[in-house]
């Protein structure tokens, strides 16, 4: 069964440090997509990212990046130079190719309060 | 502009009051989904619908009914609400390929509480 855990429930940082939050994730199949979605206080929730498991190419943009090792099954975000403006909820995603184009489970969220 | 939206924003309603949650999407797309948010457990899928009068369940469907009668409306119907149904809901909607490689669009979400 597909299973994703986020286990920093919350994260704080200085503005400007860095930080990494932790996408864990399960599935049997060889063929997934991976999400990252941001859920600021106003409570929207804002795609971010999607990783298919073919490509475990790093992705950067801006000072966000994302990095997918499906040797240890993780799909971890980070944030350089964090701002004010990332403080959110962040959650990580997965889709599994044999559960449909619909189907998506969501880790617990990590709260990332950056503080000025 | 494209977008989500739900009705109500907010509700508070008694046990065994049967109620409904509107959605609607403005952008033509053809699947549509509900979820649940509730703390330390992430968001959770409901109900999914893959184009109209085509509907599965997702991880926690029971005592949530759905339709999808038009394109564009997928309404949560709660036929006997109970305490454990309190929650944040949101509506998300994405276009023909499904997620995997288009835009999942949420609405605002609509806090329920079950009294």
């Known amino acids: 069964a597909q299973k994703v855990t986020q286990a920093q429930t919350e994260i704080s940082v200085v503005e400007k440090e860095d930080v990494t939050l932790d996408c864990v994730y399960e599935?049997?199949?060889?063929?997934?997509?991976l999400f990252w979605y941001k859920q600021p206080p106003s409570g929207e929730l804002v795609f971010l990212i999607r990783?298919?498991?073919?490509?475990?190419q790093n992705e950067i943009s801006g000072r966000y990046s994302w990095n997918f090792q499906k040797s240890t099954s993780s799909f971890n975000f980070t944030i350089t130079a964090s701002q004010v403006v990332d403080s959110a909820v962040y959650f990580c995603?997965?889709?599994?190719?044999?559960?449909?184009?619909?189907?998506?489970?969501f880790g617990q969220g990590t709260r990332l309060t950056i503080n000025p | 502009e494209a977008q989500v939206t739900q009705n109500p924003r907010y509700l508070i309603t008694v046990t065994g009051k049967k109620l409904t949650v509107t959605c609607s999407q403005n952008?033509?797309?053809?699947?549509m989904s509900w979820y649940r948010q509730d703390p330390g457990l992430g968001l959770r899928q409901i109900y999914y619908?893959?184009?109209?009068?085509?509907?599965d369940k997702g991880d926690v469907p029971e005592g949530y009914k759905v339709s999808r009668k038009e394109k564009r409306n997928f309404p949560l119907i709660l036929e006997s609400p109970s305490p454990n149904q309190t929650s944040l809901y949101f509506c998300?909607?994405?276009?023909?390929?499904?997620?995997?490689?288009?835009?999942?669009?949420f609405g605002p979400g609509t806090r329920l509480t079950v009294l």
């Open positions: 998300a909607s994405s276009g023909d390929q499904g997620f995997w490689t288009d835009t999942q669009y």
């Open positions: 599935t049997r199949d060889t063929t997934y997509y």
């Open positions: 990783r298919n498991s073919f490509d475990e």
């Open positions: 995603a997965l889709s599994e190719a044999t559960q449909g184009a619909q189907k998506l489970v």
């Open positions: 952008m033509n797309h053809e699947y």
């Open positions: 619908s893959m184009n109209v009068e085509v509907t």
